[in-house]
């Protein structure tokens, strides 16, 4: 049974800094991996998708890797902003089983 | 403006009272699925649909209905709810299950059962 997990649980960074958001994941049978952010109260936004056949993608300050057989992912966050503040989340399609898997999220604060 | 609906956003009913909750896109996606969170588990896939008349079970499918009568909507039905499903329910669509297009999501709705 797949399973995600993403480290660290929360993490709080002064405004500026670099910083790494990883996923794992148990089944390398996977179709693609994609990180959400989500804000209080609010519904899911896309950020990246990383189809298996990819190693990474990038969107503006974002850049999401892909390592298939170790079952990693990171979510590089350059020059961090106060609205960055949310939870990032990690998903990933089984390539057997058609389902979305999630990990429980990362809670990022971004001090002013 | 592409997007996932829901309706309603909050609701609040007791025990045994049978709810339906609405999800429709304007994207002409064929896959169609349901989600609960729970703060502490995380989000949890309920039902999928890869098309119409197409509907399958994700990991957490008692006590609820889905029907895929047409491509845009995808209702969620609960025929008894129990005070266990209270939890904020996303409904997601996207292009295909084929793991090409990423999943775009509903603003959510917040049900709570007394």
């Known amino acids: 049974k797949q399973e995600v997990t993403q480290i660290p649980a929360a993490l709080s960074v002064p405004e500026g800094e670099n910083l790494v958001l990883n996923c794992s994941f148990t089944d390398s049978a996977i179709y693609n991996l994609q990180w959400f952010r989500q804000d209080p109260g609010k519904g899911l936004t896309s950020l990246l998708l990383i189809q298996s056949s990819q190693r990474e993608q990038t969107s503006g300050r974002l850049n999401a890797s892909l390592d298939k057989s170790s079952g990693r992912s990171t979510l590089y966050i350059a020059a961090s902003q106060p609205g960055d503040s949310a939870t990032y989340l990690c998903?990933?399609?089984?390539?057997?089983?058609?389902?979305?898997?999630f990990g429980t999220g990362t809670l990022l604060a971004v001090q002013p | 403006e592409a997007q996932v609906t829901q309706n309603p956003r909050y609701l609040i009913t007791v025990t045994g009272k049978k709810l339906t909750v609405t999800c429709s896109q304007n994207?002409?996606?064929?896959?169609m699925s349901w989600y609960r969170q729970d703060p502490g588990l995380g989000l949890r896939q309920i039902y999928y649909s890869m098309n119409v008349e197409v509907t399958d079970k994700g990991d957490v499918p008692e006590g609820y209905k889905v029907s895929r009568k047409e491509k845009r909507n995808f209702p969620l039905i609960l025929e008894s709810p129990s005070p266990n499903q209270t939890s904020l329910y996303f409904c997601?669509?996207?292009?295909?299950?084929?793991?090409?297009?990423?999943?775009?999501f509903g603003p959510g709705t917040r049900l709570t059962v007394t």
């Open positions: 997601a669509s996207s292009s295909s299950w084929t793991g090409v297009y990423e999943q775009y």
């Open positions: 994207m002409n996606h064929e896959y």
């Open positions: 998903a990933v399609l089984g390539g057997a089983t058609n389902k979305l898997i």
